[in-house]
C-alpha cells in the first residue's frame, strides 16, 4: 500500500545517518543551528540516538527521505510554511552552510569540505523494496495475494503458471528490480504471442522472466528472443501445435554474451549456467502464461524434450576462427544479437579419429543426413555446434566458414533412388516420381552452423529442425538492444 | 502475506458453445478440409463418396500447410459456404 507524502516542516530540515562520518562530523554545526532563529528539524534515517545535540526525528522507515528524493546525507533543505521546498544543499561546505543558514560561526572548527554519503533510501539493495512500498506503481499488472497459511511456492503450482519447476515469486519489488534490466518502457509492445495470439508488454514479459530466475541484466536478451519467436515467419504457433517434439531454442551472439555471463564452454547445453537456463525458461513461460501454450492444450507434442523447459546459449566466438552465426545472419561484428530455431534436443556427432578436415566433413556429412530420418530431404534445417577441438582440425587446415560449408553441402547431396519409398524394403520414403535426383538434404539457407563446448571432447552436436522455411519455421535473428 | 504480479495475459475467455449437430447430413453442404498431409487426400476422397451417396452437397478445401493454422479468409469461406466441416488431420 502506497504510504502518502507527507509535508516538510516549516524552517530548515536536515537528514542524517550515523553510518556517515561527514554527518558526524557536522553534529557539531546541528547544534549551533538548532540555537538559530530558523526552527531546525533533523530526520535520522538509522539511529534515534543521532544526532544527540538535538531530538532527531524517526525516519528508520525512510518515508520522508524517499518522499523527498534524498540522495545524500547530510541534506539541509529549506520550506516555507506550506511545507514546499525552497531550496538545498548536500554534503558539508562550510561557507555553503554559512551562507544557507545566515550563521556565520557555523562549523567554524570544521573543515572547509567533506563530500557526503549515499543516502539509505537510494542503497541499491533497499531502494526497490522503498519503490514498491512508496511509489505510485508504475506497474499495471493485476496483483495476486496469497493468503497467509498458502506457501507461496505452492501457491504458484496451484495457479498453473509453472513449467513444472519451482518459481521465483514475482513481487512487485523484484519485477521493479527486472525492469531496471532496460531503459525500455513498462509499457512497451514486446510482440504478439502465440497461440492465443496476444500482446506481451516489457512488464508481463519481465514478470515471467523473475518467475523463470533470470537477473535484470538477462532482460534485454529474453527480449529479444522473445521478439524473435513472436516473429510471424518462426511460426510459434506450429511449433507447438505439431506432434514432433521441438520447441525454440536461442543462440547468443555479441559481448553481452560474456557480459553477462552465458556459457559458451564446458557442458555448454547442460545444467550449472543460471543464464543459459533462465533465459529460455522466461520466454516458455510467457508462451505457457501469455500466450496460453501449454502441454496437451494447443501444444500436441508426442514426446517433447528436455530443451522446451527452456535452452540458450552463447556462441564461442573469442574461440572460433570464423565469423558468428549471426554475423552470418547479417549481424555486423560486436552486435549483440539472439537467433531462435525450431528444433529438437541435441544429438552428439562422434568422431574421434579423424585428423584432416576432409574425413571430419565426411563423418558430420554422413551423420546430418540422418537429420529426423535418413528418409527425409529438404524438410527441416539443422543448427550444427562444432565442438573446440573439431574445430582445430579446419583451423589448422585453414578452412574458412564458407569453405566449410560448401564442403558440407556437397557431401549432403543425396541421391534420391536411395531413400525412395520401398527401397531396402522401407515404406517411408519419398514417392516413387523423385527416383533418379540428387537432391540436398537441406534447403538452401537451411544448415547452420555455431561454435561452443569445452576444451576436450572430439564430439560436435546437431540440433535437428522441423518443417522449414516459409511452410514451416524460418530462424529469426533479432539485434538485442538496451 | 506475499502479493504478486500476475504472469498471464489477465484475460477472461470468451466460451464459444459448438453449432448444433445436424439430425442428418443428407441435403447439407459438407466442406472437406485437406491440411495438406500426406494420404489425407485419400481419406477425404473416401469421405466424399460416402456422403455424396447420402446426398451431401461436398466443396473441398485445402490449407497451404499443415504446419500453419489455416488462413482467416480460408475459415471464413468454410464458415460461409458450408454447414459442416470434416478436417482430415492423419498421415
Known amino acids: 500500500m502506497a504510504v502518502s507524502k507527507q509535508p516538510l516542516p516549516c524552517g530548515l530540515i536536515a537528514f542524517v545517518k550515523r553510518d556517515c562520518p561527514t554527518c558526524e562530523l557536522v553534529e557539531p554545526a546541528l547544534g549551533q543551528i538548532a540555537t538559530g532563529d530558523e526552527p531546525l528539524t533533523v530526520y535520522t534515517q538509522d539511529d534515534l540516538s543521532f544526532p544527540s545535540v538535538v531530538v532527531a526525528v524517526d525516519d528508520t522507515d525512510l518515508s520522508m527521505s524517499w518522499h523527498h528524493d534524498i540522495e545524500t546525507v547530510p541534506t539541509l533543505i529549506r520550506a516555507d510554511a506550506d511545507g514546499t521546498e525552497l531550496e538545498r544543499i548536500v554534503g558539508w561546505n562550510r561557507d555553503q552552510w554559512q551562507a544557507f543558514t545566515g550563521m556565520p560561526e557555523v562549523g567554524m572548527t570544521l573543515p572547509e569540505h567533506r563530500p557526503g554519503c549515499g543516502s539509505l533510501n537510494v542503497d541499491p539493495t533497499r531502494a526497490d523494496e522503498l519503490n514498491a512500498r512508496f511509489g505510485t506503481s508504475k506497474l499495471s499488472t493485476r496483483r495476486v495475494q496469497f493468503a497467509e497459511l498458502e506457501d507461496e511456492i505452492e501457491a504458484m503450482y496451484d495457479r498453473g503458471w509453472s513449467d513444472g519447476l519451482p518459481l521465483v515469486p514475482p513481487t512487485e519489488a523484484r519485477v521493479l528490480r527486472m525492469i531496471e534490466g532496460t531503459t525500455r518502457s513498462p509499457d512497451e509492445v514486446i510482440g504478439v504471442v502465440p497461440p492465443d495470439l496476444v500482446e506481451v508488454t516489457l512488464e508481463k514479459a519481465a514478470v515471467n522472466a523473475v518467475m523463470a530466475g533470470c537477473k535484470p541484466e538477462y532482460l534485454p536478451v529474453v527480449l529479444a528472443a522473445l521478439e524473435a519467436i513472436c516473429d510471424e515467419a518462426f511460426n510459434m504457433h506450429g511449433l507447438l501445435a505439431t506432434t514432433m517434439g521441438v520447441g525454440p531454442i536461442f543462440v547468443v551472439n555479441g559481448p553481452i554474451a560474456q557480459r553477462i555471463g552465458m556459457n559458451s564452454g564446458i557442458n555448454v547445453f547442460g545444467q550449472g549456467n543460471r543464464a543459459n537456463s533462465t533465459i529460455g525458461r522466461a520466454v516458455q513461460l510467457i508462451v505457457r502464461n501469455v500466450g496460453g501454450g501449454r502441454p496437451g492444450d494447443v501444444d500436441r507434442a508426442c514426446h517433447g524434450n528436455p530443451a522446451k523447459v527452456g535452452l540458450a546459449f552463447a556462441e564461442d566466438e573469442a574461440g572460433s576462427p570464423w565469423i558468428s552465426l549471426a554475423e552470418e545472419r547479417g549481424i555486423a561484428p560486436g552486435v549483440n544479437a539472439v537467433t531462435a530455431l525450431c528444433t529438437e534436443g541435441p544429438h552428439i556427432i562422434v568422431d574421434q579419429l579423424s585428423r584432416t578436415p576432409e574425413s571430419l566433413t565426411n563423418l558430420i556429412a554422413e551423420s546430418m543426413r540422418t537429420a529426423i530420418g535418413p528418409r527425409m530431404v529438404l524438410g527441416v534445417d539443422a543448427l550444427l555446434v562444432l565442438s573446440p577441438e573439431h574445430m582445430a582440425r579446419y583451423r589448422s587446415a585453414r578452412w574458412d566458414r564458407a569453405r566449410f560449408r560448401a564442403e558440407l553441402e556437397q557431401r549432403l547431396i543425396v541421391n534420391s533412388d536411395d531413400i525412395i519409398r520401398g527401397h531396402n524394403g522401407i515404406d517411408e520414403g519419398l514417392p516413387e516420381g523423385f527416383a533418379g535426383l540428387e537432391l540436398p538434404k537441406f534447403r538452401p539457407g537451411g544448415l547452420h552452423i555455431a561454435h561452443a563446448g569445452g576444451p576436450a571432447g572430439l564430439f560436435s552436436m546437431v540440433f535437428n529442425g522441423w518443417v522449414s522455411g516459409p511452410k514451416g519455421s524460418v530462424p529469426v535473428t533479432k539485434e538485442i538492444t538496451g | ?91
Open chain 2, 1 to 91: 502475506m506475499t502479493t504478486v504480479l500476475d504472469p498471464t495475459n489477465e484475460a477472461t475467455p470468451t466460451r464459444i458453445e459448438p453449432s448444433t449437430r445436424p439430425e442428418s447430413l443428407a441435403g447439407l453442404t459438407i466442406g472437406l478440409l485437406d491440411i495438406s498431409k500426406p494420404r489425407g487426400d485419400a481419406f477425404l476422397d473416401r469421405v466424399e463418396t460416402r456422403l455424396t451417396e447420402l446426398g451431401s452437397t461436398i466443396r473441398r478445401y485445402a490449407k497451404p500447410t499443415f504446419a500453419k493454422p489455416a488462413p482467416v479468409d480460408m475459415r471464413h469461406e468454410i464458415a460461409s459456404e458450408c454447414d459442416a466441416v470434416i478436417e482430415a488431420l492423419a498421415d
